[in-house]
């Protein structure tokens, strides 16, 4: 039986936190990526880790795996095994967490998402997307559409389409548009880490929001209905 002692580290805590918002349930395989679907199969996310997974490993619940790893303080050390995986406190305290079994986890399909150019392209900055979450909550607007007019910067509008005279909220975007476009989301299937990222829209719909450094990818899938290219 494989089994190897590591201790998670902070940005990988962080994103297990961000894909517990997605799905609640995880399969950890092998290697240094981890990858989660939406159950509704409107995004899919993949990340890069520092860590190396030793082992295939199912967690149906990952918000309480999550909250068990810090009951006692941050676990010192995690022993994985595709059965258990065993958490161990500064004060020799442990926890010896039952695994899930592998069919009871919605998995993303094994073959990757083919990359593809963009109709559209432009960068959601770290700023604009907290601004497009909070304008979201506090004004209850439940989508954004990314508008592009050929010669002028793109921009962020929030807006309810259930309710044409409702508020509305806008952020400029640093990129000028060659296109003409609004593309639009349900703001709560922009489960996004706080980073800014490279964005790339299909005209079939399909958005891919990667961060510079390739280490946080997520592919959405837009209001297909509602949005329009010229």
């Known amino acids: 039986l494989k089994v190897r002692k590591m201790k998670l580290s902070d940005q990988t805590i962080s994103i297990l936190k961000n894909y517990s ?5 995880l399969l950890f395989t092998e ?4 990858r989660t679907i939406a159950k509704n199969k409107s995004l899919l996310a993949s990340a890069k880790i520092e860590e190396t997974i030793p082992v295939k490993f199912a967690i149906y619940n990952l918000n309480q795996f999550l909250s068990a790893m810090t ?3 941050q676990a010192l050390s995690l022993d994985f095994s595709d059965k258990s ?3 161990t406190f500064t004060d020799s305290r442990t926890i010896n967490y039952t695994c899930a079994d592998e069919s009871l986890v919605i998995t993303p399909p094994d073959k990757e998402i083919a990359d ?5 392209s432009f960068v959601l900055t770290n700023e604009s997307l907290d601004s497009i979450k909070k304008a979201s909550a506090t004004l209850g607007l439940p989508e954004v559409v990314f508008v592009g ?3 002028e910067k793109f921009k962020a509008r929030l807006i309810d389409l259930g309710n044409p005279s409702s508020s509305s909220m806008e952020v400029e975007l640093p990129e000028v548009s060659n296109v003409s476009c609004e593309v639009v989301y349900k703001v709560e299937v922009l489960k996004l880490m706080s980073n800014s ?3 790339n829209i299909s005209k079939q719909g399909i958005g891919k929001f990667q961060t510079g450094d390739g280490s946080l990818t997520y592919h959405i899938t837009s209001e297909k209905q509602h949005t329009k290219f010229e």
């Open 21 to 25: 918002t997605i799905n609640e349930s």
């Open 31 to 34: 290697g240094n990526r981890l």
């Open 71 to 73: 009951m006692y303080g």
């Open 85 to 87: 995986v065993k958490m």
């Open 116 to 120: 593809f150019e963009g109709d559209v």
């Open 149 to 151: 007019k050929p010669g």
């Open 197 to 199: 990222y490279t964005v």
